[in-house]
């Protein structure tokens, strides 16, 4: 290799032990949580489609008449349990179709954590509680994507897909 390339890979080494790092140190917070949407088990799944629309979220968090965290539902739900079972969203209740006692995590746990939960679990929207199990922010898939993408140097984010690099300007992938 060339002292160009010793250089390069010295600091892409640097820049993967920072990762790594920040994957471990930073917490949930440093995502920037969404505020939930919360509500009653008794609302129907049309609140909770209109409620996730209209601020662009991609689910409601349900609780209890304390406040307390007792359920999810989310656009997969809607998918899965409430169109694939045929029911109307008119008058089905989230009680009916939510995720019970899910998973929470808080804004002070790990980033790793959430990572965790997100590729071994497979969930896509986490909801944040405090201490008292209210609901305190969701955080989604696209929030650890934006935090990681913020990691990279520069050089890594403009690489073309595959890691080739580029010879001619027809190669240039303008999608």
Known sequence: MGEFEDEYTAALEGELKEIRGALV???????????PICLGATATVADAVTAM???RQAGVLVTDAAGRLTGIFTERDVLTRVVGRGLDARTTPLAQVMTANPD????????ASAVHAMSVEGYRTIPLVDAGQRPAGVVTVNDVIRWLAGLFPEAILNLPPGGARLKRPEDV???
């Open 173 to 175: 992938d303008a999608g």
């Open 104 to 111: 929470a995590l808080a804004a002070g746990d790990r980033i």
């Open 53 to 55: 629309l209209a601020r």
């Open 25 to 35: 140190n930073d917490t949930i917070a440093m995502l920037g949580p969404a505020e």
